[in-house]
């Protein structure tokens, strides 16, 4: 009897433990359909406000710390994906108190988690400046650097793109990542084999250099320049695209750093990007030669000797909009520094496809560069601005000062353009449509030409009166002690005073007047 009890006892206890795991077992599966369930929807935009008013952030803030390792993934998962979604939502992570808590779990929890986790805090540091201090605040930055240690690739990837979401909002921030220790590992990362891994941390050193030369130069001490360079070769284009972004947000900042770029060996190698498939890498490669081609002649030159001109002229006249800017510039650039660099672009057909893109651009911006580069190739000498006047660019740039929808920016650009090139400009021919249309501001600039050419030129004294610009000259009304009036009597002092007469207004009608009144005597 007392056997049977026992038995009895047993199985009642056993089927007691049973019911009681039963209850563990059931709230452990509804918590995985829960974070997984709330993963799912927070995929789909439609869902996210539905979510947010249901309070799924303080419902996932406690399933950080589930003691199940699949629970606090998918919890940590949905978080990063609202918070993505919108700054709101961001800024929601950040009061809930969640940031400290990813953080410290970062150190003790799998290589899934540390993703998972990494993804939550770019998502927050996206947004903006502030919340990306936020992260900062939280001590999370030691934590990532110490994930880019880590041996899973995924898990690097992540970090990565983490501390490039901290570095691009502003030189603080970014300093804060370098500070941290980030810069060696990312260059390390680089030299990965993942494709994937090459690109996000090629990112986040382009996100470091853009903001100052210290941080730029921080990234080139870490040897990054040795290992990016050779990547332009590569046949990924993405990964091109932030080998290229990169490079150019370490040239642009002073001579040396772009020297040591060039050292890289990107030339000529960067200018067969100009011709890449890929559009975003043509015009990062386009935005490289300009950042390098600003600072010196003698890096212009370079550019120039490895045929980097002729390759921007044809990349600017297959490219529109503001691809083609970067183009644009580089010739302008190049231009300004010598005559010699300027008849290199007018020599490589530079001029007529930057005209051809200010009548067509519809962006001031772009039409504002290209007026730039244009005074800059015509500024130089006679001969400079003849090939401005061969292709018909002084009334495009006149039309750009007077249009009445142009930004101020660019009418003062066209303004200086036409300034700086009909200073040089001997051919008259070119000047007569001006003299007819131009407004006062720049007619001085077009009749004081006339007036240094005509004392010393026969032949043009003689067109310029068949032509009807001494006429035209007699009709303006310029302000007695004007530069403009002083011009005027410069022309009008090279013909005979008759002639100068009887082109002014109203001779003709003093001449009927006199008929009128003349006398016949018997």
Known sequence: VHGDFSRCFSLSSMGSTRAVLQVFENYQKARVTFVQTVAELATRPQNVEALQNAGVMSLLRPLLLDNVPSIQQSAALALGRLANYNEELAEAVVAGDILPQLVNS?????????????????A????????????????????????LEEFDPSVKEAASWALGYIARHNSELAQAVVDA???????????????????????????????????????????????????????????????LSCLSQIAKHSVDLAELVVEGEIFPR???????????????????????AKHTPMLAQLISNAGGVAATVDYVNETVGNARLPGIMTLGYIAAFSEA??????????????????????????????????????????????????????????????????SDDLRN???????????????????????????????????AQYAKVLPHDVTARRDFVTSGGLQRIQQIDAEPGSEL??????????????????????????????????????
């Open 106 to 122: 970062l150190s003790e929890q799998n290589r899934f988690y540390k993703k998972a986790a990494a993804f939550v805090l770019r």
């Open 124 to 147: 927050v540091a996206k947004h903006s400046a502030q919340l990306a201090l936020a992260v900062v605040d939280s001590r999370a930055l030691e934590e990532l650097v110490l994930c």
């Open 181 to 243: 220790g980030a810069v060696p590992s990312l260059v390390q990362a680089v030299q990965e084999p993942e494709l994937s891994l090459k690109r996000i941390a090629s990112s986040a050193l382009a996100d470091i250099s853009k903001h100052t030369p210290d941080l730029a130069q921080a990234v080139v001490d870490s040897g990054a320049i040795t290992y990016l360079a050779p990547l332009i070769h590569n046949p990924d284009a993405r990964l091109k695209r932030q080998v």
């Open 270 to 292: 960067v200018l067969r990007c100009l011709r890449d498939v890929d559009t975003v890498v043509q015009k990062n490669s386009a935005i490289l030669v300009r950042e390098i």
């Open 341 to 406: 660099l300027a008849m290199a672009v007018i020599a490589d057909k530079g001029v007529p496809s930057i005209a051809a893109a200010l009548g067509t651009e519809s962006e001031d911006h772009v039409k504002a560069a290209c007026v730039w580069a244009l005074g800059s190739i015509g500024r130089h000498s006679p001969d400079h601005a003849k090939a401005l006047a061969d292709n018909n660019v002084f009334p495009k740039l006149l039309a750009a000062h007077a249009d009445d929808a142009s």
């Open 413 to 447: 650009k066209a303004k200086r353009a036409l300034k700086i090139t009909l200073a040089k400009c001997v051919h008259l021919p070119a000047l007569d449509p001006l003299l007819h249309s131009a407004p006062p501001n720049v007619l001085k600039y077009v009749v």
């Open 485 to 522: 009036r002083a011009h005027i009597d410069a022309i009008n002092s090279c013909y005979p005073e008759d002639v100068v007469r009887y082109y002014s207004p109203g001779y003709s009608q003093a001449l009927l007047d006199k008929v009128e009144s003349y006398q016949i005597t018997a």
